[in-house]
């Protein structure tokens, strides 16, 4: 089993910054992927960013060039930068987790951009 913990959301105004973290119960370091998702109000969940066990990261065109995701083998957490955010990146956004052929998601962290 695997518990992931989000945190970082908040108020933000647009072309402001957050940083997202996500702590993860046991060690990361075998974990095939980790990522961010996230839900807005009356849509779907959808992927954000995803690094793998190698590093190698994939990006949501609407967050490329603004978004960066990180992974601390040491600390057992996933990070997201945000930068330049818009009113539309506001969502509920959730960390993912692959490891032993499951899915683990964390309860969900609430980021609102508005001025």
């Known amino acids: 089993q695997v518990q992931l913990v989000e945190s970082g959301g908040g108020l933000v105004q647009p072309g402001g910054a957050l940083r997202l973290s996500c702590s993860a119960s046991r060690s990361i370091g075998s974990f095939r992927m980790m990522g961010w998702h996230r839900q807005a109000p009356g849509k779907e969940r959808e992927l954000v960013a995803t690094i793998g066990i190698t590093g190698t990261t994939n990006y949501a065109d609407s967050v490329k060039g603004r978004f960066a995701i990180s992974r601390d083998n040491a600390q057992n957490s996933v990070y997201l930068q945000m930068n330049n955010v818009k009113p539309e990146d506001s969502a509920v956004y959730y960390c993912?987790?692959?490891?032993?052929?499951?899915?683990?998601w964390g309860q969900g962290t609430q980021v609102t951009v508005s001025s």
């Open positions: 993912r987790a692959d490891y032993d052929f499951r899915q683990y």
